[in-house]
T-cell receptor
Framework: GAGVSQSPSNKVTEKGKDVELRCDPISGHTALYWYRQSLGQGLEFLIYFQGNSAPDKSGLPSDRFSAERTGGSVSTLTIQRTQQEDSAVYLC???????????????FGNGTRLTVT | GQNIDQPTEMTATEGAIVQINCTYQTSGFNGLFWYQQHAGEAPTFLSYNVLDGLEEKGRFSSFLSRSKGYSYLLLKELQMKDSASYLCAVSAVGLSGGSYIPTFGRGTSLIVHP
């Protein structure tokens, strides 16, 4: 079956503009996660959805970042008034079960490479 | 995260065996995962450990010692295509504020040369 799909694959934007990143998880996966990966850094957790609700959004770096999930499926991560430090690869992942279920690993999309100029 | 440590880079020879270590400090440990990430691609799941001991999966094995906060990924009969970054991730209450969301180390870049 299809894996996690993210779009766009690359996005170049000017500082101060808003951007929307989309994630389409594996069908039937109830949990959805957003991480970001900067050069030389590990994956930094941003937000987690179970169904349409976000029990953990503790990783969002500022109030310029927001995300939503609709229909228990597609999720959109929005960054307002982008800054150069927002440049990174934004990775989405989904899992069949909740985070504590270790036999339900994360399946990642290929990410969106965001460059803020 | 700074509570998960892995070497930054390792090199090895094709056909050899390499061991990539991961140490962590946390409370409320739930499980440890290893992922492989080729440059420009998505991380892909390799293995998970919940209990102490060795889990073997073909050429790849992963070991866990919960009392020592230590894991390793063992890659045998190395192939050129094994050149990638290997990410250690820990699911634990102490690292995630209670949600068990996996926290990732910075990854180990493995270079396999002929």
């Amino acid at each position: 079956g299809a894996g996690v799909s993210q779009s766009p694959s690359n996005k170049v934007t000017e500082k101060g503009k808003d951007v929307e990143l989309r994630c389409d998880p594996i069908s039937g996966h109830t949990a959805l996660y957003w991480y970001r990966q900067s050069l030389g850094q590990g994956l930094e957790f941003l937000i987690y959805f179970q169904g349409n609700s976000a029990p953990d959004k503790s990783g969002l770096p500022s109030d310029r970042f927001s995300a939503e999930r609709t229909g228990g499926s597609v999720s959109t991560l929005t960054i307002q008034r982008t800054q150069q430090e927002d440049s990174a690869v934004y990775l989405c992942a989904s899992s069949l079960g909740p985070p504590g279920q270790v036999d339900s690993p994360l399946h990642f999309g290929n990410g969106t490479r965001l460059t803020v100029t | 995260g700074q509570n998960i440590d892995q070497p930054t880079e390792m090199t090895a020879t094709e056909g050899a065996i390499v061991q990539i270590n991961c140490t962590y400090q946390t409370s409320g440990f739930n499980g440890l995962f290893w992922y492989q990430q080729h440059a420009g691609e998505a991380p892909t799941f390799l293995s998970y450990n919940v209990l102490d001991g060795l889990e073997e999966k073909g050429r790849f094995s992963s070991f866990l010692s919960r009392s020592k906060g230590y894991s390793y990924l063992l890659l045998k009969e190395l192939q050129m295509k094994d050149s990638a970054s290997y990410l250690c991730a820990v699911s634990a209450v102490g690292l995630s504020g209670g949600s068990y969301i996996p926290t990732f180390g910075r990854g180990t870049s493995l270079i396999v040369h002929p």
